[in-house]
C-alpha cells in the first residue's frame, strides 16, 4: 500500500483563483513526480523533482503552475490562476530513484468552478 | 499519437476466467512498464511491473507477457475475481536519463462478474 500522503482530497476554485494542493512522499523516497488524469482518463506529467532540484518540466507547468519540494516540508503544487480546463485529478507519485518503480498518493480532485 | 495504446476500454470476464489486457507501444527507447490498478476515488496502485530484458514476469495471479519485437504486453489476470473488478494502465518509460515519467495508456476498464 502506497504511504504518500496528498491534501486535500478535494478542492474547488474559481476561475482566475489560485489551487494549491501538497504532497508528502512515501520517506526514503527522493524523487517526486505531478501529473494529471483528466476525466477521460488521460494522465498529462506535469513535473518532477530529485530532492529538491526539478528535474523536468513541461511547458504549462512553467507558465501558470508552480511547484516546489523544499526539505523538511511537504512538496506542492499551486495554479496560479484556476482555468475550467485545470480541473482534473492532482497524482502525487514517489520514487526511490530514477527509473525504478513509482507510488501514487490518493490525488487532490480539483473542480474549477 | 498514441505513444501507449490500449486496444480495449472495457472488458467484462466472468469470475474464475482469465482476463486479458491488452498493451502496445511506440517509443522503442522505452523499457520499463508497470501495470496500475485503479479503483473509482482513488490513486493508481503499483500492480506489477516488467523491464524490456524480461520476456515474462509472475506474480501471483498476475503475470504479464512481453514482446520486445512487436513492442506489445500483456496482463493475464488468472481466477479473477469481483474485487478485481477496476480500472487497469498500462505504462511505460524511458530509465536512463533524468526524467523516467511515466506516460500511460487510457486504460481498460475490467468488469468482473460473479
Known amino acids: 500500500n502506497s504511504k504518500v500522503i496528498q491534501t486535500p482530497r478535494y478542492l474547488v476554485k474559481g476561475q482566475g483563483q489560485k489551487a494549491k494542493m501538497r504532497c508528502i512522499p512515501e520517506?526514503?523516497?527522493?524523487?517526486v513526480f505531478w501529473y494529471q488524469q483528466n476525466k477521460n482518463n488521460e494522465f498529462k506529467f506535469l513535473i518532477n523533482?530529485?530532492?529538491?532540484?526539478?528535474?523536468?518540466q513541461i511547458d504549462m507547468t512553467e507558465k501558470r503552475f508552480s511547484a516546489e519540494c523544499p526539505s523538511n516540508s511537504p512538496c506542492s503544487l499551486e495554479i496560479q490562476s484556476s482555468e475550467a480546463g485545470d480541473s482534473a485529478l492532482y497524482l502525487c507519485?514517489?520514487?526511490?530513484?530514477?527509473?525504478?518503480?513509482?507510488?501514487f498518493g490518493p490525488g487532490t480532485r480539483l473542480t474549477v468552478l | 499519437q498514441q505513444q501507449v495504446r490500449q486496444s480495449s476500454q472495457s472488458l467484462t470476464v466472468w469470475e474464475g476466467e482469465t482476463a486479458i489486457l491488452n498493451c502496445s507501444y511506440e517509443?522503442?527507447?522505452?523499457?520499463?512498464f508497470p501495470w496500475y490498478q485503479q479503483f473509482p476515488g482513488e490513486g493508481p496502485a503499483l500492480l506489477i511491473a516488467?523491464?524490456?530484458?524480461?520476456d515474462k514476469k509472475e506474480d501471483g495471479r498476475f503475470t504479464i507477457f512481453f514482446n520486445k519485437r512487436e513492442k506489445n504486453l500483456s496482463l493475464h489476470i488468472k481466477d479473477s475475481q469481483p474485487g478485481d473488478s477496476a480500472t487497469y494502465f498500462c505504462?511505460?518509460?524511458?530509465?536512463?536519463?533524468?526524467?523516467?515519467?511515466?506516460?500511460f495508456g487510457k486504460g481498460t476498464k475490467l468488469s468482473v462478474k460473479s
Open positions: 505504462a511505460a518509460s524511458e530509465t536512463g536519463g533524468s526524467n523516467a515519467k511515466l506516460t
Open positions: 523533482f530529485q530532492n529538491q532540484e526539478v528535474l523536468q
Open positions: 507519485a514517489s520514487s526511490p530513484g530514477l527509473g525504478v518503480e513509482q507510488y
Open positions: 517509443n522503442s527507447a522505452f523499457d520499463y
Open positions: 520517506k526514503g523516497h527522493p524523487v
Open positions: 516488467i523491464r524490456s530484458v524480461s
